[in-house]
Nanobody
Framework: QVQLVESGGGLVPAGDSLRLSCAVPRKTFSSYDMGWFRQAPGKEREFVAAIKGIGDSTYYADSIKGRFTISRDNAVNTLYLQMNRLKPEDTAVYYC????????????????????WGQGTQVTVSS
């Protein structure tokens, strides 16, 4: 079992920034491809961004491209999501997710492709 612990959510006005963190207390953190997803009330969980375990290739949803940046620090076993120019429609519970690293170029973006999930952190953007 892989434990994922998100933090960094909160209530901010539109246009502000937040940085989410996902701690993965596991020495083999680099052997996991990681992703961020979000779920707004009444909606299905949706893909936000993903990053490979090795090589740092990334992929973003069109809705957040250019505003959000996913990154990871394998030395401290932590995944990040820097969110800039936040909009009210970004309001959701944000989840980090992990799956065993795949050496292929494909970057996983479906909910069903991830095996481990955090408990989520609430992000609320006021207008």
């Amino acid at each position: 079992q892989v434990q994922l612990v998100e933090s960094g959510g909160g209530l901010v006005p539109a246009g502000d920034s937040l940085r989410l963190s996902c701690a993965v207390p596991r020495k083999t953190f680099s052997s996991y491809d990681m992703g961020w997803f979000r779920q707004a009330p009444g909606k299905e969980r949706e893909f936000v961004a993903a990053i490979k375990g090795i090589g740092d290739s990334t992929y973003y949803a069109d809705s957040i491209k250019g505003r959000f940046t996913i990154s990871r620090d394998n030395a401290v076993n932590t995944l990040y999501l820097q969110m800039n120019r936040l909009k009210p429609e970004d309001t959701a519970v944000y989840y980090c997710a992990a799956r065993r690293y795949s050496s292929g170029a494909y970057i996983y973006r479906l909910v069903t492709e991830y095996d481990y999930w955090g408990q989520g952190t609430q992000v609320t953007v006021s207008s």
